[in-house]
Nanobody
Framework: QVQLVEYGGGLVQPGGSLRLSCVAS???????MGWFRQAPGKEREFVAA???????RYADLVKGRFTISRDNTKNTVFLQLNSLDPEDMAVYFC?????????????????WGQGTQVSVSS
C-alpha cells in the first residue's frame, strides 16, 4: 500500500506558475508516477506521468507548459505548472502504479492522493 500526499496548490493569476509536490509513504524508485486533474463537472483526466526510468509523457493540453520530475531520494514527484490558464483550474491528483499501461493507457493507477486545488483567476 502506497499513500500519497499532495502539496502546493493555491490561487494564481493567469500566466502564473505553481509547483506541486507529492510525497509517497515509501520508496518510489520502482513505481511509475503520474498526475491527473479533475475540473468541476468534468471527468478526471490524465496530465502527465513519468516511469521509473524517468521517461515522461504529457497530455497534449499541457505539453510545453507543465513538467513532471521526481526525486527518488525523497520519495517525491513534482509537477511544475507554467503559463497557467483558467482552463487549468482543477483538483490535481498524484498517482502511482508499477504498471505503466494502467497509468497512461487505462488511466486507472492503483494508488491516488487526496488531491490539491489549483485555482487560476485574476
Amino acid at each position: 500500500q502506497v499513500q500519497l500526499v499532495e502539496y502546493g496548490g493555491g490561487l494564481v493569476q493567469p500566466g502564473g506558475s505553481l509547483r506541486l509536490s507529492c510525497v509517497a509513504s515509501g520508496a518510489i524508485n520502482t513505481l511509475h508516477m503520474g498526475w491527473f486533474r479533475q475540473a468541476p463537472g468534468k471527468e478526471r483526466e490524465f496530465v502527465a506521468a513519468m516511469d521509473w526510468s524517468n521517461e515522461s509523457r504529457y497530455a497534449d493540453l499541457v505539453k510545453g507548459r507543465f513538467t513532471i520530475s521526481r526525486d527518488n531520494t525523497k520519495n517525491t514527484v513534482f509537477l511544475q505548472l507554467n503559463s497557467l490558464d483558467p482552463e487549468d483550474m482543477a483538483v490535481y491528483f498524484c498517482a502511482a502504479d508499477d504498471n505503466w499501461v494502467r497509468m497512461v493507457v487505462w488511466k486507472s493507477p492503483a494508488y491516488w492522493g487526496q488531491g490539491t486545488q489549483v485555482s487560476v483567476s485574476s
